[in-house]
């Protein structure tokens, strides 16, 4: 590792990454996981940089990045700083209207973007797509990129603040600013770094934008400096993250406070949330390792290797650090600002105040004016703000006024009591802070999110409380006479409205955009008395205009069915699927998908989205014990002790195009016709020695699921012959269950699981096996075209030759050669073709083999 003294440049880190050989990331892509090395970061990044010089941009011109997070992103910036070129990262939320914005006034000469970032498709520049970066400079060399000029003081990025109170502005952060405030967390690191091998690796799960400063400061720096993985998802869904968690097994998982709250929510509704709180309760008085046994079975629930949270973006309540505290995890927060290249203050994961956002790094000086104003100054506060001609310089002295109010106590903790500009000056003088309003508000158990604005009087400005609540039917006037009990006298809340919406409009790192809650508030008609009519009409249009996004409708035929509650959604089974995604991500909730399934109209989602239906989570079994030790092991004995050979007897099967399997390098998806019970050990006979036993076959999920919890009037002898089924079909067979009607999201990620291990999976796109008397393949479901995509393997077409004719007579014993397995040859569909046309090719592909 290069001494800290000696980086003039952010580019000395990449010099320490090309000799690593571990994981520098992992994300997700379809259903499945793809790792990058720290060798394969660095290659990836140089080849980037001679792209852009072949393409003419120049040392100092600005490239637009615009993406998910994704190694590609980081990649592509490592390229642009390399060349010397300035990164203009933006979130690919971003209005089209903003990114031309941004586009003129830096005048950006490229554009790096991923697919869907569509607002970028229409700036006048020529545009790389991210998921194309790799192949696209594969052709350049991939030896180490110099150029000279490149030192502490050139401009790295320019960052466009997320403009909450104001319009946007760009940021520029030099090599030194980013590296003024890694050199201090790089030394602290240092001495902890003899007992690395003991928690190696570490993995952090990152749910912040890479557009975001606090993003790249945890994704592109400080992981690194550990030696550490960073993963990536796309999810915001609380029940998505536990299971990534658990699954990859994370250390640190790095979001803002707003996801913070939604896992809190989540936690509490899985595990009973009266009974939670009673064992919280005396939770602050024990020690860490008497907390982690209370809540053992929350820790596992995340995996045991997680211990920590890390917080920023915006300010966590102290109510949900504490909940998390007292449930034996950790919880770190820091505060800082675009303008400070990420952190300023940060808290000690060994030695906290609570409800202190920590202490100044060094490096910092950190000061209050007469007003309370924190003050920065530092060789990490950015130069200033963006403009064709010069920086604006925000400073003072060198001192950065931040706009923040603060208090310092004596040990230097800083405590953040909230935004200058959001401080309410009343008519009688009175200064409030809406920090501690919503702070009561928050602390009420009705109360799912709030906001204090400023509102014009007559009399002057007050405060004004926005809540949003957790039931449509609670009583406002309750929730805001509790909240005031806690509030003094000169506090109390004599103003609200209920925020009809399910959310405020928040910005890409989750704060609530303030003014465009008081501009929405001030275009009703009259306050606190709306029109319970329009209570769901925002939810309505999201939902009627994601369907008909699904439905390929367009946004005029949605319009013309009026936004009814009782439309109908005309959505096939993948379809719902899509519009529960959407939906779950939009509220980070998870909801039932037997229940969604089973609803018909907007209103009975509406229903379920607002927790008004009951929901019965359906049971399909993903039992881990098949694909442990000593179970595998134990399934290869039965196989050639039993299947193999009845098999062999009964069919006296043939396989043909079984040489077209060995040029294959890894997992594939296989798809068959469905004709009889046999149909899985006749694959299993048919397939190489290498393929057979790394073999995972889809099964229906109702059949899977009745074994083993029947209906409760089955009687006992029934019950034990069911459960006796289920077992041995698990033992005997790696089967997983593939439901027909509802729950095949949790089997397509399943499947996504088996691949990543290494794994094959065998599909029935049929649904069913083939009533007798039935000579052809049914039609292959849509969703075997969404799988295909999904998990991005090639594809080989199965065909049982002969079984129809078998069938049809009633005959279990076939003469030789009247069964045939027959493997075709292996598909690679390209990522942009339509579900239905896959589906619909893989299906002539297996009738052909029937010809053959």
Not at 94 to 109: H, I, P, Y
Not at 417 to 433: F, L, M, P, S
Not at 839 to 847: G, I, P, S
């Amino acid at each position: 590792m290069k001494p800290i003294s000696t980086r003039h440049t952010l580019l000395s880190y990449l010099d320490d990454y090309v000799r690593r050989s571990d994981t520098a990331f992992v994300q997700r892509q379809g259903l499945r996981l793809v790792s990058w090395s720290y060798k394969k970061l660095v290659l990836t990044s140089r080849r980037t940089a001679r792209e852009l010089e072949s393409r003419g941009i120049l040392p100092g011109s600005r490239v637009i990045l615009c993406g998910a997070n994704s190694a590609e992103w980081v990649g592509a910036f490592w390229g642009c700083l390399l060349r010397g070129v300035v990164v203009v990262p933006i979130d690919r939320q971003s209005s089209a209207e903003f990114v031309s914005s941004v586009q003129q006034q830096t005048d950006a000469r490229l554009v790096i973007a991923d697919r869907d970032a569509t607002a970028l498709n229409q700036l006048p520049v020529p545009l790389i797509q991210l998921e194309q970066l790799v192949e696209l400079t594969a052709a350049h060399s991939s030896e180490p990129y110099i150029i000279d000029g490149i030192n502490r003081d050139t401009l790295a990025e320019i960052v466009f603040t997320s403009g909450t109170t104001s319009t946007p502005k760009g940021v520029m952060l030099t090599h030194g600013n980013i590296l003024a405030n890694l050199a201090p967390l790089e030394r602290e690191i240092g001495k902890y770094r003899k007992w690395r091998p003991l928690v190696h690796p570490l993995r952090f799960l990152v749910l912040v934008p890479l557009s975001h400063v606090f993003g790249q400061f945890m994704s592109v720096f400080v992981p690194q400096l550990l030696g550490g993985e960073v993963h990536f998802d796309h999810t915001l869904n609380p029940a998505e993250i536990v299971r990534r968690t658990r699954r990859s097994r994370i250390s640190v998982i790095v979001l803002v406070p707003r996801m913070l709250r939604s896992l809190r929510e989540w936690t509490e509704r899985a595990h009973n949330a009266a009974n939670l709180s009673g064992n919280l309760g005396g939770a602050d008085k024990q020690g860490f390792l008497r907390r982690w046994w209370t809540f053992r079975h929350i820790h596992k629930q995340f995996g045991w290797k997680f211990w920590t949270f890390l917080s920023g973006g915006a300010t966590l309540d102290t109510q949900t650090e504490e909940f998390w505290r007292r449930l034996g995890f950790g919880v770190l927060q820091g505060y800082g600002m675009t303008e400070t290249a990420s952190l300023v203050t940060v808290t000690h994961p060994f030695k906290r105040r609570q409800g202190s956002i920590g202490k100044p790094l060094p490096g910092y000086e950190v000061r209050l004016d007469e007003s309370g104003e924190i003050s920065v100054r530092g060789p990490a506060v950015s130069p200033g703000y963006w403009s064709k001609s010069n920086g604006l310089d925000r400073t003072s002295n060198g001192w950065l006024h931040t706009g923040d109010i603060g208090v310092i106590d004596d040990q230097g903790h800083v405590y953040f009591k909230g935004r200058e500009k959001d401080v309410i000056v009343t008519g009688a003088g009175v200064n409030i802070y809406p920090e501690d309003l919503e702070a009561a508000l928050n602390r009420q158990t009705e109360v799912r999110a709030s906001c204090v604005v400023t509102w014009e009087t007559e009399s002057g400005d007050e405060p004004l409380a926005v809540i949003i609540l957790r039931h449509s039917e609670t009583n406002p006037l309750t929730i805001i006479e509790s909240a005031n009990e806690t509030l003094a006298e000169q506090q109390r809340i004599r103003r609200w409205h209920v925020w009809t919406e399910p959310d405020f409009p928040r910005t890409p790192t989750e704060k609530i955009l303030k003014r465009e809650v008081v501009a929405t508030i001030q275009d009703r008609e009259r306050l606190n008395n709306v029109d319970k009519s329009c209570r769901t009409c925002a939810q309505s249009s999201f939902i009627l205009a994601t369907a008909a996004r699904i439905a390929g409708e367009t946004a005029q035929a949605a319009d013309d069915r009026s936004l009814k509650l009782a439309t109908d959604l005309k959505l096939d089974s993948l379809g719902r699927i899509e519009l529960l995604s959407a939906i779950e991500e939009r509220y980070e909730i998870e909801l039932d998908e037997a229940a969604f399934t089973a609803a018909t109209t907007v209103e009975d989602i509406e229903r379920i989205v607002r927790g008004e239906t009951e929901q019965q989570i359906t049971p399909y079994p993903f039992a881990k014990w098949p694909g442990k030790f000593p179970v595998p092991w134990l399934r290869a004995v039965l196989f050639y002790a039993l299947i193999y050979p009845i098999t062999r007897f009964m069919s006296r099967m043939k396989t043909e195009g079984r040489d077209k399997l060995n040029g294959l390098r890894g997992p594939v998806l296989f798809v068959a016709n469905h004709v009889t019970l046999g149909d899985q050990a006749m694959i299993l006979v048919g397939l190489p020695f290498r393929v057979r036993h790394k073999l995972a076959i889809a099964m229906e999920g109702e059949r899977l699921r009745d074994w083993l919890h029947p209906p409760d009037e089955t009687p006992l002898l029934m019950r034990l012959r069911l459960l006796s089924q289920y077992l041995l079909v698990r033992t005997f067979f790696h089967v997983f269950p593939l439901p027909r009607r509802s729950g095949f999201r949790r089997s397509f990620a399943y499947a996504g699981e088996c691949i990543d291990r290494g794994e094959s999976v065998l599909v029935f796109p049929e649904g069913l096996r083939a009533p007798r008397g039935q000579m052809h393949l049914s039609s292959f479901k849509t969703g075997i075209g969404v799988l295909v995509k999904e998990l991005n393997v090639p594809v080989v077409p199965v065909n049982l030759k002969g079984l129809y004719e078998l069938k049809k007579k009633r005959q279990y014993f076939a003469a030789p050669g009247t069964v045939t397995v027959v493997f075709g040859e292996p598909i690679k569909f390209d990522q942009e073709m339509d579900p239905k046309q896959i589906a619909d090719e893989l299906q002539r592909q297996v009738e052909e083999l029937s010809t053959g």
